[in-house]
């Protein structure tokens, strides 16, 4: 690719300061600007890399007052991160998409395929199975009988989903993500054996859901784990049966929700956060990394932290006095010795 | 499907309290039962839904004593959540089961298969490998040199066994696990660069074993790494080289084993729990959520919480103090300043 | 294999202090040892096993002094678990190596195989991927397009390599594993909703990588998501986007890098451990197990443990109070009784 400065501009609405005929090739990170790259600017941790890059173009906030002085051209716009996304959006765009159906693939003679689809070779295709227009199943995925896909859905390299389930339109699901294993169910018998409870369910992903690489979300024992519209899934999330996750919201990596927990709408949960098994979660909660929630949250709109979770700022409070808790110690035993010897 | 409240009953061998003719064509969760369909009522927690559901039929304890009216059909049965999972397991039995060698597929003509295999498309069955009868390897698995599985084993779509591996009878591997792969094993020399220890030992799961979705499981150094009879592992659980998890354990997702651990017997681990390497756990232990386990457990029969654990007990008391720290040294302080002046 | 402990001797350049026509066929771990067996003394935790073991010869310390007779014979060299290193990478590298192009397998003909190459059944080798020599490409990995891949890499069953991402010389990449997934970025427009930020860069493992079993590494939103020379990855670990992993930094299983992180040289990092985003750690810093880290760490060489992290002498100290809240809460109140009544 080849732009100038004056062009990029143009096509993200935005002002040039400096030189228009500023030429890129490519984009980089601000701390690692290189000649001939465009880099944005919309963290301010980052500002201080702006009067050193050596990005010839930077993408910059229209209220962003400089303080010293900046060698690159600065494009101004309203809202520096949303222009270099609409940017990054029309880079993708422009890349070929994949189309046609590779072979050798599996495709069922009952499945149904809409236009556009795109089947890489390797995938698996079972009965009965609906897939609506401009999906992509990439490579080695697997799609087991009965499924729906809905369209424009995007299933990657090796993603496995078991039968029965239902994926909306606009979902994308990374490779290795497992949609549909079975629920841990299991009943000890009088011998501390334990036998296994079928799972009969499925896993319903809503519209717009996207789950990342190698994610794991079981079937329900009986209806659906739900997922729904908008719901935003990292990497390595474990999703138990007959869990419903609400509406936009967005769990990062490694976060784990147990067994009919009900999560609520635009949630966030950050990475390696643990929800106990049926348990409610209200709307517009906030939970902090490593966080662990073993009972119901029924106010909306907290921040939490800890395990077991309590309010982010009595966490961080707490916390600096527990790394000071042997001096508190000593502290009270001098105390004793004191009023001992008052007494 | 279609049943009458009448003819469910008959199979579980249950009382009917109500209308025997009830119609029943689906299975819906108490709590969003709708009509025409059978549910159950097990957990307490979910009692006061009985009174408003909508499902027609419920099969439910014997011991109940109703404090409402209930409208639904009831089926009595000495334990519903047992019944249940008798009907599920009926359900489940009748649905079709895959059979034969679907195309194409690898089967190195060294390998043997059992009466009744299934082996799906784009499967990889390697040299020497035995599978016995009646096991069903879907999609896209990976069984490689040598491996051996039992009777009536199951290996979802996409799992990977490394060479060597031994899976018993009875075994459900599902979507996306890995058996056998490198134990994490490195020795640095002296530019703190880390040399590779081959790792040329395997993993042995004995019978009855689940392994859940996107697990990994490690081959030893030298010898087994070895799941024993029975032992039940949900989705996304690291098992290091040379682990022993021993008979009829249950571990919950996301737990994590560190190298030649050895746990015991008819524990239970909660999820995300880590437990370091070369200890040793005791038969009957009860570990929570998020714990982490950093040395021997010899007692039998403990439930223990926290990182590092205690007494689960002392656990919950010693964390309702933490969130209270800041209040605990000002009260600290303020004595102390009493003290001061008493002095 | 069989062989006597004059001849293992021999490989090793130990001295024999036993039996030297002592047979083995077979290797074991000290506390299972069996007759026929080698074993090997390196962990001083295990020196007790070393006087019951039914192996017949045990590789040990030159400087180990037995305080018990030994039956076994033994072979002394400088370093035990260098040799036995060097054994098992002795046995390993005389097992079959797979070699060849298997079929059915996929390989875009404008993808380029060094010589010697690998590659399994199923595979699939996209549009202008780059393939080193005596790379091993198993079965149903999936190499995306414009891939490249450094000499005698390995990519195990069932990996995933995303678009223009690149591995380098001796990498080994584990069944599972995917590399280049999307980096988790969205941002909300007005209505709550989460408009996904397209993810333009890509990954780049550098030289002698390992990366365990079903990890995800994401792509970079911009540029790359870096793991330098020499670093060593567990299973089940999460990389974010644009994350740096320094050279030699080894990252135990289920760890968690989030975006923008920057991990030092030579870093040893616990179980399930996690690290926030846009943070940077020192070189040399060794994390434990589960902790979590919010902030950078500056300074070079330090052990931290907890979450947040403090120092592992004071987490250890903290930790042991913190089981005794409860008794120095009572002792705080009955002091103030004390006092109280003094006044």
Redesign the interface.
């Known amino acids: 690719m080849k732009f100038t400065a004056g062009q990029v501009a143009e096509l993200i609405n935005g002002k040039v300061e400096g030189n228009k005929e500023a030429v890129i090739t490519n ?3 601000i701390e ?1 600007g290189k000649p001939e790259t465009l ?1 944005f600017l919309a ?1 301010p ?1 980052y500002t201080h890399y702006l009067y050193t890059t050596k990005a010839d173009v930077v993408i910059i906030n229209d209220s962003f007052v400089a303080e010293q002085t900046v060698k690159a051209t600065l494009i101004r716009v309203p809202d520096a ?2 222009a ?2 609409q940017l ?2 029309m ?2 765009q422009s890349q070929p998409k994949k189309s046609g159906i ?1 072979q ?1 693939s ?1 495709i069922d003679s009952s499945a149904t395929l809409g236009d556009f689809a795109y089947v ?3 995938a ?1 295709i079972g009965e009965n199975v609906k897939i609506g227009n401009n999906v992509q199943i ?3 995925a ?1 799609v ?1 009988d009965n499924v729906t896909i809905g369209d424009n859905s995007i299933v ?3 993603a ?1 989903i ?1 039968k029965h389930c239902r994926v909306g339109e606009n979902c ?1 699901i ?3 993500a ?1 949609i549909g ?2 629920g ?1 169910g ?2 000890p018998d009088e011998n ?9 369910g499925n896993v319903i992903l809503e519209d ?1 859901v ?1 789950v ?5 979300l ?1 079937r329900a ?3 659906s784990t739900i997922i729904r519209r ?1 719901a ?1 899934l ?3 999330i ?1 999703i ?1 049966h ?1 869990v419903e996750v609400g509406e ?1 919201t ?1 769990l ?3 976060a ?1 929700i ?1 067994g009919s927990a009900k999560i609520g709408k ?1 949630c966030m949960f950050g ?2 956060v ?1 929800i ?1 098994g ?1 348990i409610s979660i209200a709307d517009n909660t906030k939970i902090g ?2 966080a ?1 929630v ?1 009972g119901n949250i029924k106010k909306e709109g907290q921040i939490l932290m ?3 979770v ?1 309010d982010v700022k ?2 961080y ?3 600096v ?6 001096e ?2 000593t ?2 035993d001098q ?2 010795k ?2 001992d010897s ?2």
């Open positions: 984009v980089s990170k690692e880099t963290n941790k991160y949303k270099l996304a990054l959006e880079y993708e590779e050798p599996f890489g070779a390797f698996y990439y490579p080695q697997f087991g990657y390299a090796g496995k078991y994308i990374h490779a290795g497992v294993s079975d841990f299991f009943a501390n054996e334990y036998k296994k409870i079928a799972q009969i717009n996207e990342g690489a190698n994610c794991a079981d024992t009986m209806g908008g935003k990292d990497n390595l474990q138990a007959n936009n967005v990062a990596a490694q784990g147990a635009n990475g390696q643990g106990a049926h990394a490593q662990g073993g800890g395990s077991p309590i009595q966490f409070k707490s916390s006095i527990f790394r000071r808790l042997p508190l110690k502290q009270l105390l004793q004191e009023i008052l007494k």
